[in-house]
């Protein structure tokens, strides 16, 4: 295994080592499971991004990982970064957290991540039926309206589409100051 890789999947033990003792956590985890998605520098594909195998649940109280970590186990949190990456080659880190409207004005208002809202009923007809292709229009359209990747963006959700945040972040240090920010308001 490469270094490049190696560094990868210590980043996601790291992130998770941050909060798998914090039982407040588990308050944003959604109902699809949150997971942590960490690129190699030039990744190409999802083969390319560790992840945790079977996401991070909620067991007694808790947030679990339900598998080991892994390469080529995401989907969701993978197409995100490997989309992100397109634009802005330092994005390396993605995790998914649950919305929550009082938690983003608060992140908002006393914070200094910068969030961006994206609405899903704006989503063209040929997308929202395009198997895996939310994740792209997700992050084309924020970059066509805000020129950069924020560090959050969120939705409201739609019909079968859970409301969610997304977090973005260069390093595992850089996603957990991020997180250190957002579960000040938990």
């Known amino acids: 295994m490469?270094?490049?890789?190696?560094n990868a999947l210590n980043q996601v033990k790291e992130i998770y080592d941050y909060?798998?003792?914090l039982k407040k956590f588990s308050l944003v985890i959604p109902e699809v499971r949150t997971n942590i998605s960490v690129a190699i520098k030039e990744a190409k594909s999802e083969e390319d991004i560790a992840a945790i195998?079977?996401?991070?649940?909620?067991?007694?109280?808790?947030?679990k990982?339900?598998?080991?970590?892994?390469?080529?186990?995401?989907?969701?949190?993978?197409?995100?970064?490997?989309?992100?990456k397109e634009f802005d080659k330092s994005?390396?880190?993605?995790?998914?957290?649950?919305?929550?409207?009082?938690l983003i004005k608060a992140i908002n208002e006393k914070t200094n991540l910068e969030l961006r809202e994206i609405r899903r009923e704006e989503q063209p007809e040929k997308i929202k039926n395009r198997e895996h292709s939310t994740?792209?229009?997700?992050i084309k359209n924020t970059?066509?309206?805000?020129?950069?990747?924020p560090d959050i963006i969120w939705d409201t959700g739609a019909k079968g589409k859970e409301p969610m945040m997304r977090i973005f972040s260069k390093s595992a240090?850089?996603?957990?100051?991020?997180?250190?920010?957002?579960?000040?308001?938990?």
Do not use: C
């Open 173 to 186: 240090e850089d996603m957990i100051k991020k997180l250190e920010k957002i579960l000040r308001f938990i």
């Open 19 to 21: 909060f798998s003792s």
């Open 65 to 84: 990982a339900i598998g080991d970590i892994k390469f080529g186990v995401s989907d969701h949190t993978a197409r995100l970064i490997l989309t992100a």
């Open 53 to 63: 195998e079977g996401r991070i649940s909620i067991i007694g109280g808790y947030p």
């Open 143 to 149: 970059l066509d309206e805000l020129g950069r990747v």
């Open 135 to 138: 994740m792209q229009w997700l």
């Open 91 to 102: 994005i390396n880190v993605v995790m998914n957290l649950k919305f929550d409207p009082d």
């Open 2 to 6: 490469t270094n490049l890789r190696l």
